[in-house]
């Protein structure tokens, strides 16, 4: 029985991935969900009852959550097709402005709980598997007033490429999504929602279905990198060939 395990998938991005996936990838028997609010995954659960469905209601920040997702896998012992690392939030600001809580816990989700979950997931992904893991444009060049979460975003994208080179003997694929804003709750949790960032109400907004679809696409189709739109790509040609020293300043949130 093959199985799909999908962080942050109470809401958003990670909803548009539950379904990108029982679209695309038929053959799954069963998704594993993983996210704080078990109300909303039972709804989600609900929604497609030709799948087998479990539900952890997990909070990533704590590291008692790996303990128990360990304990999960070595009862089940599964064949894991797809692991998507989506958990993840940012904050508005400046760092100086911001408090310690709120900062750190930054990267002990998008870094730490990330690499936990790879840890622990990896023994159990089959031959020909596939990791997902949510970067974002953010990792391309360094984000004044979100510095912390571009930074965990460009941790995101290194250890992807490197996880991806080091797992081709077993043909797992690993891909770094690399969205744009989107429409989701993470606009609000952020503080960025109610035009507080004229560069999130300046750029070009893309959907979460967009990001979803391409991204589980693209990494069957063993790329490393997706980032969905013309706009963006062109945007992450020009911050690998322009100095960040210049680029930093039109980042700024």
């Given at each position: ?97 911001g ?6 816990g930054?990267v ?31 990792s ?11 930074a ?30 989107m ?11 109610g ?21 589980v ?13 013309f ?6 040609v ?16």
């Amino acid at each position: 029985m093959s199985m799909a395990i999908i962080t942050g998938a109470s809401s958003g991005l990670g909803r548009e991935f539950v379904r990108a996936v029982r679209e695309q990838r038929p053959e799954i028997d069963e998704f594993v969900l993983i996210a704080r609010r078990r109300e909303r995954m039972e709804a989600l659960a609900a929604e497609m009852p030709d799948k087998k469905t479990t539900i952890l209601p997990l909070d990533l920040a704590s590291s008692e959550s790996y303990d128990a997702l360990a304990r999960f896998l070595q009862e089940r012992r599964p064949e894991v097709e797809l692991l998507i690392n989506n958990a993840g939030y940012g904050i508005l600001g400046d760092m100086a402005e911001g408090d310690v809580p709120s900062q750190a816990g930054m990267v002990t989700l998008n870094c730490g709980a990330l690499t936990a979950l790879c840890t622990l997931v990896l023994p159990y992904i089959r031959r020909g598997g596939v990791i997902i893991n949510v970067s974002s444009i953010a990792s391309f060049v360094p984000t004044p007033r979100m510095a912390v979460y571009g930074a965990t975003k460009s941790f995101v994208a290194s250890l992807s490429r490197a996880l991806r080179e080091e797992l081709k003997a077993r043909r797992i694929n690993v891909l770094a999504l690399c969205p744009a804003p989107m429409d989701t709750e993470f606009l609000d949790v952020a503080g960025i929602s109610g035009g507080h960032s004229q560069t999130f109400d300046t750029l070009p907004h893309i959907s979460a279905s967009l990001a979803a679809d391409g991204a589980v696409r693209q990494a069957f189709r063993g790329r490393a990198v997706y980032t969905p739109t013309f706009f963006y790509k062109f945007y992450r040609v020009l911050a690998k060939l322009l100095p960040h020293a210049w680029l930093v300043r039109l980042t700024k949130c």
